[in-house]
T-cell receptor, first 114, second 112 residues
Framework: AQSVSQHNHHVILSEAASLELGCNYS??????LFWYVQYPGQHLQLLLK??????LVKGIKGFEAEFIKSKFSFNLRKPSVQWSDTAEYFC????????????FGTGTLLAVQP | SQTIHQWPATLVQPVGSPLSLECTVE??????LYWYRQAAGRGLQLLFY??????ISSEVPQNLSASRPQDRQFILSSKKLLLSDSGFYLC???????????FGDGTRLSIL
């Protein structure tokens, strides 16, 4: 069965530190990849997505993610985090074909200390 | 622009009572619609999705059902709630297969 793994469940960083959140998926075919963010008290929002082309994807608020097919990974990065980045981050995958199944990871809770 | 509305925001129900959660989408036609349950430490679990009126796919066996009586309306129901139905339920829509999904604000359901 397809699955998505997020290795870091809880990350605490100081402002201006660099961030990398790991995401690995277990599907070998064509995939669409997403990172969603949920700020405290708000709904899930799309942060960035990868469908095809350049494997380095730029998203909102200075986030980027790199698709490495050989490693089945789609790690999220930000060079310098801010206190306002405190949120829960979810990696998600839709496998290729006629399916709508968006498979989510368990989420990573990021706390940025001022 | 497209918007998604989900209500109620919170709901407290006794065991054995019925349930109806409603989700509507505005600003688009023929969206794909989804119901998820979010559990702490377990991410989001897809419960149902629909590609059109009256077309419902169920992902996991459970005490819940879904219906799509109109193009932009998606309803999550139960005839008799169980304690295990407590949780946070999210509705989402997408423009098509493989496209990003956009989420509502969710409903916190507590069963007593």
């Amino acid at each position: 069965a397809q699955s998505v793994s997020q290795h870091n469940h809880h990350v605490i960083l100081s402002e201006a530190a660099s961030l990398e959140l790991g995401c690995n998926y277990s599907y070998g075919g064509t995939v669409n990849l997403f990172w969603y963010v949920q700020y405290p008290g708000q709904h899930l929002q799309l942060l960035l997505k990868y469908f095809s082309g350049d494997p380095l994807v730029k998203g909102i608020k200075g986030f980027e993610a790199e698709f490495i097919k050989s490693k089945f990974s789609f790690n999220l990065r930000k060079p310098s985090v801010q206190w306002s980045d405190t949120a829960e981050y979810f990696c998600a995958v839709i496998s290729g074909g006629a399916t709508n199944k968006l498979i989510f990871g368990t989420g990573t809770l990021l706390a940025v200390q001022p | 622009s497209q918007t998604i509305h989900q209500w109620p925001a919170t709901l407290v129900q006794p065991v054995g009572s019925p349930l109806s959660l409603e989700c509507t989408v505005e600003g688009t036609s023929n969206p794909n619609l989804y119901w998820y349950r979010q559990a702490a430490g377990r991410g989001l679990q897809l419960l149902f999705y629909s590609v059109g009126i009256g077309q419902i796919s169920s992902e996991v066996p459970q005490n819940l059902s879904a219906s799509r009586p109109q193009d932009r309306q998606f309803i999550l129901s139960s005839k008799k709630l169980l304690l295990s139905d407590s949780g946070f339920y999210l509705c989402a829509w997408s423009a098509g297969l493989g496209q990003p999904q956009h989420f509502g604000d969710g409903t916190r359901l507590s069963i007593l």
